[in-house]
């Protein structure tokens, strides 16, 4: 799934609408401390770590997908329907003009 730069817009512009829309408390004269904004990491740095050995041990290419494709379009046998493509063209450009 895509999404467009449009449809980024269109949620921020829901969320500080509902933001700025929050009803004010009433001054009961009782001050609260103000709160503050907390951070918790669910991933230890070794988490991090291992993860970004696997990414570089990965493969650039993966050879299992691009070779029977690479064979197909040498072969003349693949093909792409061109009414999918066009749907998936005029999909994408719909989506971006809904607002």
């Known amino acids: 799934m895509m999404i467009s730069r ?10 500080k609408a509902s933001k700025t829309s929050r009803p004010v408390p009433r001054d009961t004269g009782v001050t609260q401390p103000a709160q503050q904004d907390k951070v918790r990491l669910s991933f230890s740095m070794e988490d991090i770590e291992k993860v970004k050995r696997l990414v570089h041990a990965s493969p650039d290419i993966r050879q299992d997908i691009v070779e029977p494709l690479a064979s197909a379009v040498e072969s003349g046998e693949y093909s792409v329907d061109p009414e999918s493509v066009a749907e ?12």
Request: hydrophobic content about 45%.
């Open 6 to 15: 449009t449809q980024i817009e269109q949620v921020l512009k829901v969320y």
């Open 88 to 99: 998936k063209m005029l999909g994408r450009l719909l989506a971006d003009r809904i607002r």
